[in-house]
């Protein structure tokens, strides 16, 4: 293996190692989107709960990761602010559920931006990795990311308006879960091959 494609395999290895964790986050946002989709009032109610606990266990989970991963990665201080933002931010809104609901669109609405914007972030490490089919990861974080602008810039567009948009924004985030589970899965496959 070449000396550049060590230091591919190098950065990529912490997430690498974890694609079966994208591939279960994948499956779970699809189920919710297409549970957000059959049921919209109800899913308002309870998507503001559902948002704070998702924070808390996305941010766990990124906690956990990162201490994983100090002695072997040098991105893990990221994982770590990432997982503390979304911890710290679940926890407050999962303690205010009334300013939950009245902040909710706007909440999601830069949760899914800054979603992604990581994804694209990841769509052109890729690439310049020189990893075939990076492109698919750009159109999930770019149509994620005007999903979230939309939402961001009419919030009060009704609840259902809220609810689809959110249906859909999560759904794509299922589909970059499973564009990213396989692309790590085939750069592990190709580290074990070597």
């Given at each position: 293996?070449?000396?550049t494609?060590?230091?591919?395999?190098?950065?990529?290895?912490?997430?690498?190692?974890?694609?079966?964790?994208?591939?279960?986050?994948?499956?779970?946002?699809?189920?919710?989107?297409?549970?957000?989709?059959?049921?919209?009032?109800?899913?308002?109610?309870?998507?503001?709960?559902?948002?704070?606990?998702?924070?808390?266990v996305?941010?766990?989970?990124?906690?956990?990761?990162?201490i994983?991963?100090?002695?072997?990665?040098?991105?893990?201080?990221?994982?770590?602010?990432?997982?503390?933002?979304?911890?710290?931010?679940?926890?407050?809104?999962?303690?205010?559920?009334?300013?939950?609901?009245?902040?909710?669109?706007?909440?999601?609405a830069?949760?899914?931006?800054?979603?992604?914007?990581?994804?694209?972030?990841?769509?052109y490490?890729?690439?310049?990795?020189?990893?075939?089919?990076?492109?698919?990861?750009?159109?999930?974080?770019?149509?994620?990311?005007?999903?979230?602008?939309i939402?961001?810039a009419?919030?009060?567009?009704?609840?259902?308006?809220?609810?689809?948009?959110?249906?859909?924004?999560?759904?794509?985030?299922?589909?970059?879960?499973?564009?990213?589970?396989y692309?790590?899965?085939?750069?592990?496959?190709?580290?074990?091959?070597?």
């Open positions: 293996m070449a000396k494609e060590n230091i591919i395999y190098a950065s990529l290895l912490p997430e690498n190692k974890k694609w079966r964790a994208y591939l279960l986050v994948g499956c779970l946002f699809i189920l919710i989107g297409l549970w957000i989709f059959m049921t919209p009032t109800a899913s308002f109610l309870s998507l503001s709960l559902f948002f704070s606990l998702a924070l808390i996305f941010g766990a989970f990124e906690v956990v990761f990162s994983k991963i100090i002695r072997r990665s040098k991105n893990w201080l990221g994982f770590l602010a990432r997982g503390l933002f979304d911890l710290v931010i679940g926890t407050v809104l999962l303690f205010n559920p009334f300013s939950t609901v009245n902040l909710l669109p706007y909440l999601l830069t949760w899914i931006i800054y979603r992604s914007i990581r994804a694209i972030l990841f769509a490490r890729l690439k310049s990795y020189g990893i075939k089919k990076w492109y698919r990861n750009l159109a999930f974080g770019a149509g994620i990311l005007v999903v979230g602008l939402l961001l009419h919030p009060v567009l009704g609840v259902h308006g809220i609810v689809y948009r959110v249906a859909g924004a999560f759904t794509l985030f299922g589909f970059f879960n499973f564009s990213k589970a692309q790590l899965n085939k750069l592990g496959e190709q580290d074990k091959n070597s």
